[in-house]
């Protein structure tokens, strides 16, 4: 039986909201909470991944924090690092482990739904998770101080676009 993606969205949203950790956040799009804490932003947001089908949800909840930054970069800055003149940081969760800091398959933060019964048990974690790791993972960064990082271009960009000159072996 097909898992439509509406009856996710609208659990995750019925799970996060009545959460303490959330009070007061706004609604942004269909599955984002969001908050604005002077110059700083924080959201909470189910992501939905292209490898999705009918039968076959791949979601994971993310989490960001953003901070004014202007800058102009000498090469492409991916946008989950700098959109709109904000420096984001991001955390994706591990249902009932913790915070990593990539949604891949292997770190565990990417959720296969396939039935309306994984769906609730999913949801059934999540205020633990948010109790135990996500609400002191916003708190960690709730000033423009604390959220703020100097982001660091990888080396293999600047190579391939001839700002460095290329060490053997690379």
């Known amino acids: 039986m097909p898992l439509d993606f509406d009856l996710i969205e609208k659990g ?3 799970t996060l909201r009545p959460q303490p950790a959330f009070a007061g956040w ?5 599955r984002c909470l969001w908050r604005a804490l002077g110059d700083v932003e924080q959201g909470v947001e189910l992501l939905r991944y292209q490898a999705s089908f009918e039968n076959r ?10 901070v004014p930054y202007e800058r102009e970069w000498p090469v492409y800055v991916p946008q989950e690092v700098w959109h709109k003149g904000r420096l984001f940081r991001r955390a994706y969760l591990v249902p009932e482990q ?3 800091d990539e949604p891949t398959f292997a770190s565990g933060a990417s959720v296969a739904l396939t039935s309306q019964e994984e769906l609730a048990s999913w949801l059934a974690t999540l205020p633990a ?6 609400a ?3 708190k960690q960064y709730d000033t423009l ?3 703020s990082y100097e982001y660091q271009i990888p080396r293999w960009r600047l190579q391939e676009a001839g700002l460095i000159p290329r060490t053997p072996g690379s």
Do not use: C, T
Request: net charge positive.
């Open 12 to 14: 995750f949203m019925e």
């Open 26 to 30: 706004k609604k942004k799009r269909k």
């Open 57 to 66: 949800q791949l979601v994971s909840l993310a989490l960001y924090a953003s």
């Open 98 to 100: 913790g915070l990593v």
């Open 129 to 134: 998770d948010i109790d135990q790791h996500v």
């Open 136 to 138: 002191p993972w916003f």
């Open 145 to 147: 101080e604390a959220a």
